[in-house]
């Protein structure tokens, strides 16, 4: 075998080798919205709209959003992009991160799937001051700085990264959320680190779900009390809860609920389940004159407990969630 021959050979192989490397290195991006946010999240929760939109419980939700979006510059904004947040927006996705020891929530990360009009978004951006900006794996329009800071990381900022999704957030977090998409989500909430490690704890397709790390939330966020003996026993028990997972599935007009709080601590297992009973009690008790069919409601919920946490499940039919917003709403007039 002559030496051209060979060489072309070399060449083909490291071609063939190239072009084999391509479709992995196309792979890499991640198409999993979770995935762009931060393993160092403090809470995530994840709202599908589109879930909503079929329930009647969504009335109200949708009546004040409506209302938030008919006044001022809102409802310019979106005359401007065309945009129906009821009609456009299937999921929402909310999370809080923090990156000092006073657990202060000081990053913030909000993630839009649905249908949007790209270009009619850029221009009310940029007619509103907002300066479109290069980061080494995408673009974003930092918004106009109202507050006078002198950091760019603290300004606000969007990405447009496809017709489907939208990343809003402080500069730094959405530029960061740019560059875990493009890196198939290392470090993200789906790469098993952070609160991450507990997504197995939650149903991903629920219609609304929460993860909290109460062990690095805030003190002012974990205080409370107020509201009777269980109560206060359920806030005091809260305290060595290091995890908090909340889900939430409607079907029709009730909601199948749940939640789960971790605790190392197995004496205060027993007195959060306890004091969940308790507050149970006292809820049946507060609702059997005025609403007795509520009552058996209540006792269909069930509290359990294991060598990890403890959790609560039941149903709220549209009935007990329609009298609370009446209450609600009978407290405020």
Known sequence: MNRSHVSSRLALAM??????????????????????????????GVVHW???????????????????????????????????????????IIAMSTSNGSGTSDSGL???????????????LTSRGALRQASANGTFYRLSDKSGSAHSGERGAVALVNRGLIIC?????????????????????????????????????????????????????????????????????????????VQA???????DVSATGLSSDAENRDLIADSLRGMLAMWRLAVSEKSPELVSVLRRFQIDSDGEGVSIRGTLPGSFLRALSANRHAAKN
């Open 15 to 44: 071609l063939l080798a190239v072009l084999g490397a391509v479709p992995a290195l196309a792979v890499r991006r991640t198409e999993d919205p979770l995935a762009l946010v931060p393993a160092s999240a403090v809470t995530v």
């Open 50 to 92: 589109n879930e909503l939109r079929a329930s009647p419980l969504a009335a109200k939700v949708f009546a004040d959003v409506d209302h938030m979006s008919g006044d001022g510059d809102a409802a310019r904004f979106l005359a401007e992009t065309g945009l129906t947040p009821r009609e456009d927006v299937d999921t929402v």
């Open 110 to 124: 909000v993630l839009f799937e649905g249908r949007f009009d790209l270009d009619r978004i850029s221009s009310a």
């Open 169 to 245: 957030g402080d500069e730094d977090s959405v530029v960061a959320a740019l560059a875990r998409k493009e890196n198939g989500g290392d470090g993200g909430l789906t790469s098993g680190q952070g609160i991450g490690r507990h997504l197995a704890r939650i149903d991903r397709d629920a219609s609304a779900w929460a993860l909290v790390d109460l062990a690095r939330m805030p003190k002012s966020h974990r205080e409370g009390g107020e509201g009777g003996e269980p109560s206060q026993a359920l806030f005091g028990a809260m305290k060595s809860v290091s995890l908090l997972a």
């Open 249 to 255: 599935v409607v079907h029709g007009d009730a909601v």
